[in-house]
């Protein structure tokens, strides 16, 4: 039998070439691998204030971008978190397994609180790691596709697993990561310091996945570039390094293959290049998500969610019944 993955994207703000390069890319190969289940986590967006009407086009919005990227309703399933509810009723019964000082080490919290101030931030998003690992738990997924950013979060939902399981016996399977080396984290292209952010302050920050050919080119002219004028790939270079990165990411061209394509060659060129590629890949992206329509999205995250809630259902029953609930 193949092993299960989960994994899902917040419907909230613009997502970007970093959210696909950096997950649902990945999300694509590997449903021809594994038996997949991805989620549009609405539960999550909530952890900071949303406008209702808003929300409900994110997320129409998020699971058209998962069809047009190519996960496919045959071998995939796709489903809105809320429509399944035994993921906030885990999340809590995790809330009483986790521990005040593993939440408040969550390093993600520090920086997503840091805009209105810790004090003013929702109980939510402090504990929104929790709940990311009942996601993961309810589905005894074996194996979750993440970026670098991510990786404290599938620890905690290990140690959570291993600490329910010890104290009432198996219940959850200890889920492995995986990442694919160059789409690790996807960095800003104002900033190669920080990830590229759908929440970000500068437009120039981001490749939003809806962006036209003009915006993209404004913005990779843009893009930070390190000193020097050579195109190479050296952690030393962390700006020219992150551009090198999508490139590579785009065209399945190696990170080795692009240096030696613009050896002799400047910024200008290599930038002007990178615009074509990202231009040539979301130019049919944006075609295939404006020809799906709102009541096939609806349809196919309907019957995703009828699909997976006979295993949620089935798994919340046995962690109830291990902890003394009666049933």
């Not at 390069?21 to 694509?28: E, M």
């Not at 404004?218 to 992150?242: F, H, Q």
């Not at 995250?301 to 009828?306: E, I, P, T």
Request: hydrophobic letters at 40%.
């Amino acid at each position: 039998m193949k092993k299960r993955i989960f994994s899902g994207v917040q419907p909230s703000g613009n997502l970007h070439l970093g959210n696909y390069l950096g997950a649902i890319k990945n999300w694509v190969k590997l449903q021809n691998e594994y038996e997949s289940i991805f989620c549009v986590v609405d539960l999550h967006a909530i952890t900071v204030p949303q406008d209702p009407e808003k929300l409900r086009k994110k997320i129409i919005e998020v699971a058209k971008i998962y069809l047009a990227a190519g996960i496919d309703p045959q071998k995939s399933t796709i489903f809105i978190q809320s429509h399944v509810p035994e993921h906030a009723e885990l999340a809590w019964i995790l809330n009483t397994v986790a521990k005040m000082g593993e939440m408040e080490r969550m390093t993600q919290f520090k920086d997503k609180s840091q805009k209105e101030g810790r004090e003013s931030a929702s109980v939510g998003l402090f504990d929104y790691p929790v709940l990311m690992a009942a996601d993961i738990l309810l589905y005894d997924t074996q194996v979750v596709p993440v970026g670098q950013d991510q990786l404290q979060h599938i620890e905690l939902t290990r140690t959570l697993a291993r600490r329910f399981n010890k104290s009432f016996g198996d219940t959850f399977i200890i889920p492995e990561y995986f990442i694919k080396e160059e789409g690790k984290l996807i960095m800003g292209l104002d900033d190669p310091s920080k990830k590229m952010s759908k929440s970000a302050k500068s437009e120039y920050n981001y490749i939003a996945l809806s962006d036209d050919e003009e915006t993209i080119r404004k913005k990779i002219k843009k893009a930070m570039t390190d000193s020097g004028s050579e195109i190479v790939y050296r952690d030393d270079k962390p700006a020219l390094k992150n551009l090198i990165n999508i490139y590579s990411l785009l065209t399945d061209r190696s990170t080795g293959n692009i240096e030696k394509m613009y050896a002799g060659k400047g910024y200008a060129d290599f930038k002007s290049d990178l615009a074509d590629v990202v231009i040539a890949f979301l130019r049919p992206f944006q075609e295939k998500m404006a020809k799906i329509s709102d009541e096939e999205v609806l349809d196919i995250l309907k019957k995703g969610a009828d699909k997976v809630r006979p295993i949620a259902s089935k798994k919340l029953s046995e962690v109830k019944d291990k902890i003394g609930f009666i049933i």
